[in-house]
Every structure is written in C-alpha cells, then in structure tokens.
C-alpha cells in the first residue's frame, strides 16, 4: 500500500494508491511517499521511476551497521522506533528513509503508530512542510515527544515496583522480576533507539542537502534526545538500585527462615539429649523404677527447650 501526500495550493492532500496505479500527480507536488508493507511491485516501481535503490533483504538491513549514507542525490537512513502497544508490550521495528529531490520515501512492514500521528500533523498544518526534510524533522520531533511519554511511564511503573518491595503488597517475588526485568528491557530499547536517532540526526547536520532553517530545527531537537539519553541513564541506576533492594529483601526473608530453623534445631537439642540418655535403658538407673520419672522427664525436656528460646529473645535473635 502506498500513501502519496502532496501539496495543492495551501494544502496538504492525502491519496492512497496500489501499485502506483492510476498515480498522475506532479513530482514537484509530492511531499511523501509512505510505503506500508509494499511489494515487490510497487518497490521495483518505485526504483524504477525514481532511481531510488531499496534493499529488499530485511536480515541485512537490521544488521547492517551503516544506518545513514548519502551519495549525489540522495539520502538513506534506517532508524529504529520502539512503541509501546495498549497491552503496555513494548516492540520494535525497523523503517527507512529515503529523501530525494526534496521528496521524503518511508519504508516499513508492520505498525508503527508514529506515522499515524505524523499524517495527522501534516495535514492538519500544512503550512509547515515544504519538502520531505520538514516531514523527517517532525518525525524525529514526535518521536521525542513519545520517548517522553513512555519515560514518564518507566518512571511511574519504577515509583510503584518500589512501594511494592517496601510495603510487600499482593505481589509474588515471581512477578516483581517479571515486571523488573520488562522496565529494563523497555528502558535499553529506548536508549538504544533514542542513540539511533542522535547518530542520524548528528549526520544530518553535516550534509549539504540539508538547508539551514531545518538544521535549526534539528539541532534543537538533538538537544531533546541528548536529554532523553540522560533520563535512561537515570532510570537504568533506579531499577539497579530497585534490583539491589529486591535482592537485599530476599536475603532478609532467607535469613530469617534460616535463624527459625536454626533456632529451632538449638531449641530441641537438649530435650534430644535428655531423651537420649533416658533411652540408654542402663541396668541401675533410678528413675526408671519411679513413678513420676515419665512425668519427670518430660518436664525437664520441656524447661530445657523453653530456655533456650527465652535466651535468644533476650539476646534479639528471635
């Protein structure tokens, strides 16, 4: 599928095309050609009436290192987004950017709920975007805007694993590594991501098909994913110290289940000896020929357990 915006006048017009088929409009017209699962066709289509070169091999473009190169027309970028669904899953997913003759190319298989946003944008503010550089600078902008957001909720998921640990509420030790271990996954993905975007955006500057109005712009919004880098590195140290508090508290608990237990085992050794010694069945031992020597025993063998458990208390060990 393949979405053609184009500018008319003072507006931004949106079409839909399959194949490119039927597509008439004006090269000079066309702000962006968003790519949605293309196919072969619509990508030999594209390489043909374009002269723009896609690499179909997906396994070679995300391990690819190169994510920007340009030649004498043209610039290529492959950028990472990573999204958060309803289900609060996060994903990621690769898309490419392709910029030629001031006409932005947006390649991607999949859904990626940013783009959805940037069509909005663009057709609602049509005045400002003159070319496909506009576009990709407000791409980059609302992606910030989303990084903000899914901070922001690393942040309050954070404040509430930590509640969870200290206050011990409803969940398991189970869950809060779960949960703990999905902050840092969604956190490093961000933080990758958001380096993903400095690189590009630090290559773009460098270039000379860029004008000078959106290299203002993109040095601005440089700064915002400089700041963005630095609240990842913030909430890397808070889940670190989350993890060490979780740990510390489950050495606590095993402590404490280890002091009963060896409280326990101090506690019935002198009864176990008491008893053992009555068990010897010796020839001359008086209180087996006593009436009251049963009673007697237990007696003994129950004051010999209880002082051992009144001394730990006193010593604070219980």
């Not at 053609?4 to 194949?19: A, E, G, L, M, T």
């Not at 630090?202 to 400089?226: E, G, H, P, Q």
């Not at 913030?234 to 889940?239: M, P």
């Amino acid at each position: 599928m393949v979405n053609v915006f184009f500018k008319q006048q003072k507006f931004v017009i949106k079409k839909r095309f399959n194949d490119f088929n039927g597509f008439d409009i004006e090269e000079n017209e066309v702000l962006w050609f968003e790519l949605i699962n293309p196919t072969p066709n619509e990508l030999a289509t594209l390489s043909q009436e374009y002269a723009i070169h896609y690499n179909t091999d997906h396994s070679q473009r995300v391990s690819s290192v190169t994510k920007y190169w340009e030649d004498s027309s043209s610039v290529t970028i492959n950028a990472f987004f990573t999204n958060q669904d309803e289900n609060e899953t996060f994903h990621t997913e690769m898309a490419t950017f392709i910029l030629s003759n001031n006409i932005l190319f947006t390649i991607y298989y999949g859904t990626l709920e940013i783009f959805d946003s940037i069509q909005k944008k663009v057709l609602a503010s049509p005045k400002k975007f003159e070319d496909g550089f506009d576009i990709l600078t407000k791409i980059f902008e609302v992606y910030f805007e989303k990084g903000v957001e899914c901070l922001e909720w690393i942040n309050k998921q954070t404040s509430l694993l930590r509640k969870n640990i200290i206050f011990k509420e409803t969940s398991t030790h189970d869950d809060i590594l779960v949960c703990l271990s999905n902050l840092q996954e969604f956190n490093v993905a961000l933080r990758d991501s958001f380096f993903d975007k400095r690189r590009i955006i630090t290559a773009l500057l460098r270039s000379n098909k860029v004008d000078s109005d959106t290299k203002n712009n993109l040095n601005i919004i440089l700064t915002d994913f400089s700041s963005l880098v630095e609240s990842t590195t913030v909430n890397l140290n808070s889940l670190d110290n989350i993890q060490n508090l979780f740990a510390s508290q489950v050495n606590v608990e095993q402590n404490k289940i280890i002091k009963l237990f060896t409280v326990a085992t101090m506690a019935m050794m002198p009864p176990t000896l008491i008893g053992t010694i009555y068990g010897m069945n010796f020839k001359f031992m008086p209180e087996l020929e006593w009436q009251y020597g049963y009673l007697f025993a237990l007696i003994i063998m129950a004051i010999s357990t209880i002082l051992p458990v009144i001394y730990f208390k006193k010593k604070g060990w219980l």
